[in-house]
Structure formats: structure tokens, C-alpha cells
């Protein structure tokens, strides 16, 4: 038995400074480790997740890894078999020390809470993703989608254009008006402050949770990005603010007024089920638990979707065959009709949910997330102490060529059912696994099988970057470094 605990390592570490460091030090000290393998260095290069990619490369059979961000030990998970030994154990439910940086912001919504809170939230929410719930979204997400193929129609024939935007303002329509129940018409007016504010507020996190000297707040405030982090809050936070006191105001009358135009009623909204909702002892949650819970959605609901579908369709874009294949599925479902999709159409679309699949394991939307372990415990054999920190990797995971061969290619069957038979159920999680999976990984696919099937109904696309140009950039979100660059060839009149 091996014991990974981080005092007993701390007397053997070498400080590193920086990235390029970390190579040669890492050949040696992967020679004197033996198994384990050690690593202290602090980041100081924004190449952080290609440097932690790399390793998991180079060690990818070795049976844990660990490493150093400034003072802090990470354990790195990259093996179906050791993230399921931390997933499917119920006690190590809280999330890692990075967290705290998503606080201000977020305060403890789902993603961010721990214990009892966590259990009692998600106990509340779930039934807010009902299948019922979600089809009334479909409406919105066909309209919406209208939108896009209206100003992607605008760039048809023109040439290359980057298409990450248009896509993920979209997207980001989408949640407001179902998670809110307010149009923000992001995709005509991209210059909103809010808007703004979701973007800047992301990066501002992320930057904050690559640089150790940051995290504390006097640091960060006085020499950080602690200004501007503190005026995008205020922006953000007063705009869901009032949405939720609106809404509360709309539904107060609703129900006071029996006599209402039930055809004057606003679409339902995840908020207004927050509004309604009560626990076991009949209590409501409060405006601050609300707000807590709408932000988390604005934050999670659409920058993973956003990029899960511009991720595929370069593949699309890159793999003509593959997108032949969808387009016949999508023609033996609406044959010429350009009627919106619904609920029968969306099951009957199983080659482009391969598709999804296959481009989310290539290009997992939350590419790493992390855990804090809450007991001690064995890893593959070796003693984890409670309180050390385990990053969970989907990105490199789905890239074992154990359960994925030639890991690279882009190959939707590998997910047809007869493909997918005795292959290890941790083996492709991208919306995580066990008891915190992704709440919204439903309603994430979709939107996104509306989407794409609405712009393969009416474009051919053709991809104008190769796969190494693409440059993942691995902060909070996957993103390609330099956009989704595409060109678009008109299929059919548009009506
Ligand atoms: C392709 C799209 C998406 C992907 C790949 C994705 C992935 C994930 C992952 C990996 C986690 C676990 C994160 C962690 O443990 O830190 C997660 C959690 C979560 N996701 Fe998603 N997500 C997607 C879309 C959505 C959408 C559309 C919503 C809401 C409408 C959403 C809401 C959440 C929430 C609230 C949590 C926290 C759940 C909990 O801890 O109980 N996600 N998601």
C-alpha cells in the first residue's frame, strides 16, 4: 500500500516556476518515484490544461498521477476505474477548493454547495427538469434556432466565417427565456451589458483560479482583477435581481386574478418552479436561494451548450459522410417540410444523437472538474488522505484507447447501442456521473439536437480549420482558441 499523503511528499518536492520546468523535472522525478508521481510547480504560463494534458499522455498508464498548483497537492483522474471510485462514493460529494472562486458569483446554488444544503437543493430541483417540463422548452429553442438559420442564412455562400458567437448567443437566448422567462434578444442586440458581464465574469474566474497568489482576497483586490470582478457582480447579480422580483410580482397577480386570460400567460420558466416550490415543511425558498439557483443555470445552461455545438459542427463540417448520414436521418423524419421539430421528431433522431455523443467525448464541454475527498480512502491502491483534492479529466478519460480505439478519430457509431455493449459505464461521462451529475443534461441535448438539426435542414457546412488548428483552450469551458471558422452552402429556399 502506497500512502499519498501530502505532508510525508512535502519534504521531497522541488519548487518549479515555471511551465517549461515542469518537463524536465518531470522525466526525473517520474525516475524516483517509482509509481507515484510527484510534481510542485506553479503555474505561470496560460498553457495550464495543455501542460496537464500532457501528462496525462505521458503517463497514461501509470496508475495515479499527482501534481502541484502553488501549494496545492491534486490528485489527476483519468481511468474509468479510479473516477468511479470517487464518483459512486456518495461521501466525497464537495466540491475542490477551486469552487470558492465561483462563490461571489454564485453564491452555494447546485454546483457549488456541499452536505445537506447540496442534498435538500437537488431533492427541490430535480423535479424542475422533468420531461414534461422540458418538451414547453422546445417551443422556445425552435424559435430561437429560427433566428440563428436566419442570420447564418446572411453568410451562406459568402466564404469562411466564425460561427462560435452566433451560436452561443443563441444559446444563451435560450437559457434566459427558460430559465427566466426573459428575452434578452442576445442574438440581435450583442452589445447588452449583461451579456457582457456572463463573459467577462467567466474568464475573470478562470484567470483568478490559475494564479495561487490571487486567491487570497486581499491580494486579489488590491493588485488582482478584484475591481472589475466586483463591478461585473454588481451588474449581474442586479439583473437577475430584478428578473426574480418581476416574476414574483406577475405570479402574485396571475393567482390573485381567477379571472385572468389564461391565453395572456407567459411561458413557464424554471424560475417560476423556484417561485412555487416548497419542501417537506412547506417552506419556500427565499429571493437569495432563488437568485443563487438562476445564476448557477445562466452560468452552467450556456456556455457548455454553446460550445458542445460548435465543437460538432466542425466535426460535422470536417467529416462530409457524417454529415450525409444526419441530413438523411433528418430527411426520412421531416422529408421538405420546414415545420419545427417536436417531441416524436427528437427521438426518432438517433444517428445525430451519436453525434452529439461522439463529439462530446472528443471535446468535453467541462473538460476537468474537480472534488474534494472527504474521507480517507484507496485509490488503485494507494492511500488518499480526506481532504485532498482529485481532478476528474473527461477529456483525457474519453481518450483511453482501452474503451475508445484510435481515440483521435471522429466515429459516431462507436455510440450505436451494439457498440456501446460491456463498455465501462465511467468510461465517457461528460456530464459527470453518480449522485451530482449534470441536472441540465437533458435539456443540453436537447437543445442541441434542435439546433443542429435545424442548421443541417437547411446548410451544408464545410469546415475551414484542420484539427490542429483548433487549439482546445481548457479554462472552465472547452473552447477552441480561434473560434469555429465555417463555410455554409444554402441546402434549400428558406420559407
Ligand atoms: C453540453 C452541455 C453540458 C455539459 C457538458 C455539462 C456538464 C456538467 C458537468 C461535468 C457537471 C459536474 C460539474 C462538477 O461536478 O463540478 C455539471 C453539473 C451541473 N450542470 Fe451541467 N452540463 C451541461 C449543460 C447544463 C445545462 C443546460 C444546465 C442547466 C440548465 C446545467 C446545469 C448544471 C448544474 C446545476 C450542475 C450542478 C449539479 C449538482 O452538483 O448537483 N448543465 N454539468
Known amino acids: 500500500m502506497y500512502d499519498l499523503c501530502p505532508h510525508v511528499q512535502l519534504q521531497t518536492v522541488v519548487w518549479l516556476f515555471y511551465g517549461g520546468l515542469g518537463a524536465v523535472a518531470s522525466s526525473l522525478l517520474s525516475g524516483l518515484s517509482g509509481y507515484i508521481l510527484l510534481y510542485l510547480y506553479l503555474s505561470l504560463v496560460s498553457d495550464f490544461f495543455r501542460q496537464i494534458i500532457g501528462y496525462t499522455e505521458q503517463f497514461r498508464d501509470s496508475p495515479l498521477l499527482k501534481i502541484w498548483i502553488g501549494p496545492v497537492p491534486f490528485l489527476v483522474l483519468f481511468h474509468a476505474e479510479t473516477i468511479e471510485t470517487v464518483l459512486n462514493n456518495p461521501v466525497h460529494m464537495d466540491k475542490a477548493y477551486a469552487y470558492k472562486f465561483l462563490h461571489p458569483w454564485l453564491g452555494t446554488g447546485l454546483l457549488t454547495s456541499t452536505g445537506n444544503k447540496w442534498r435538500r437543493r437537488r431533492k427541490l430541483l430535480t423535479p424542475t427538469f422533468h420531461f414534461s417540463i422540458l418538451t414547453e422548452f422546445l417551443e422556445v429553442m425552435n424559435e430561437q434556432a429560427e433566428v440563428l438559420v436566419e442570420k447564418l442564412d446572411k453568410e451562406a455562400g459568402k466564404g469562411p466565417f466564425n460561427c462560435f458567437n452566433h451560436v452561443t448567443l443563441c444559446a444563451l437566448d435560450i437559457i434566459c427565456e427558460t430559465a427566466m422567462g426573459k428575452k434578452i434578444y442576445a442574438q440581435s442586440n450583442y452589445d447588452s451589458e449583461y451579456v457582457r458581464c456572463v463573459y467577462k465574469m467567466s474568464d475573470i474566474i478562470t484567470r483568478r483560479q490559475r494564479m495561487p497568489w490571487f486567491w487570497p482576497d486581499f491580494f486579489y483586490n488590491y493588485f488582482g482583477e478584484g ?13 437577475t435581481s430584478n428578473v426574480i422580483y418581476e416574476r414574483a410580482e406577475y405570479i402574485a397577480y396571475i393567482e390573485s386574478d381567477s379571472e385572468s386570460d389564461q391565453g395572456m400567460r407567459k411561458r413557464r420558466a424554471f424560475l417560476d418552479m423556484l417561485l412555487k416550490t416548497t419542501d417537506e415543511e412547506g417552506n419556500k425558498l427565499t429571493h437569495q436561494d432563488i437568485q443563487e439557483e438562476v445564476d448557477t443555470f445562466m452560468f452552467r445552461g450556456h456556455d457548455t451548450t454553446a460550445a458542445a455545438m460548435n465543437w460538432a459542427i466542425h466535426l460535422l463540417g470536417s467529416h462530409p459522410e457524417v454529415q450525409r448520414k444526419v441530413q438523411q436521418e433528418l430527411q426520412e423524419v421531416f422529408g421538405v417540410s420546414d415545420r419545427p421539430i417536436n417531441t416524436e421528431d427528437l427521438k426518432k433522431l438517433h444517428y445525430l444523437e451519436c453525434v452529439i455523443k461522439e463529439s462530446l467525448r472528443l471535446f468535453p464541454s467541462v473538460p476537468f472538474f474537480a472534488r474534494s475527498i472527504c474521507e480517507d480512502c484507496h485509490i488503485n491502491g494507494f492511500k488518499v488522505p480526506k481532504g485532498a483534492n482529485a481532478i476528474i479529466m473527461p477529456y483525457s ?7 475508445f480505439p484510435q481515440p483521435e478519430e ?34 443540453a441535448v436537447m437543445e442541441e439536437k434542435v439546433i443542429l438539426a435545424s442548421i443541417l435542414r437547411y446548410f451544408n457546412v464545410e469546415a475551414c480549420q484542420k484539427r490542429e488548428d483548433l487549439r482546445p483552450l481548457g479554462e472552465l469551458i472547452l473552447r477552441p482558441e480561434k473560434g469555429i471558422w465555417i463555410k455554409l452552402e444554402k441546402r434549400k429556399q428558406q420559407h
Open 227 to 239: 475591481w472589475e470582478h466586483n463591478s461585473c457582480l454588481k451588474v449581474l447579480h442586479s439583473f
Open 397 to 403: 478519460l474519453h481518450r483511453d484507447p482501452r474503451y
Open 410 to 443: 471522429f466515429r459516431p457509431e462507436r455510440f450505436m447501442p451494439e457498440n456501446c455493449v460491456g463498455r465501462h459505464p465511467y468510461a465517457f461521462i461528460p456530464f459527470s456521473a453518480g449522485l451530482r451529475n449534470c441536472i441540465g443534461q437533458r435539456f
